[in-house]
């Protein structure tokens, strides 16, 4: 509840991963030494409030060039995805630090990587949330 009561705002998001390690197979202290293989991320949609919607039950599709690769719902991210900002708020305040104010907090991913190529364009669709959308080059 804490969690929700200080978001500003919910965003439909594609995190786009770049992992050193092949085939993604990696273990907890790898992915982490890796920077969770981050390399980008996009917003798509408009802001949402989040005490509007109960996004344990947000349900998504992922396709890529059209093709339905992954479904899932907001509850496969923790079983909330404020759990897990949560759990990111706890771990920097043992270290003495925050979130900022307007910071961008993705709460992490809802369903297993895909694989893409130069050409291929990717789309993520959030009932409730609105829908995002990244062409690779």
Known sequence: AHVLSATEAVFPSIDVLDS???????THTDVVADNCSSAAFSLGGS???????????????LEKNGE???TAAGAAVHGHPAAAVAW????????????????????????????????????ARFD?????EIACV
Do not use: C, N, W
């Open 20 to 26: 050193r390690f092949a085939g993604y197979k990696f």
């Open 47 to 61: 802001a949402i409030d989040p005490r509007g919607v109960d996004l344990r039950l947000v349900g998504m599709t």
């Open 68 to 70: 339905l690769m992954h």
């Open 88 to 123: 990111l708020v706890r771990q920097l305040a043992a270290r003495g630090r925050g979130l900022a104010a307007g910071q961008i907090v993705l709460s992490g991913g809802m369903t297993e990587a895909v694989a893409v190529a130069p050409g291929d364009t990717v789309v």
């Open 128 to 132: 409730r949330l609105g829908t995002v």
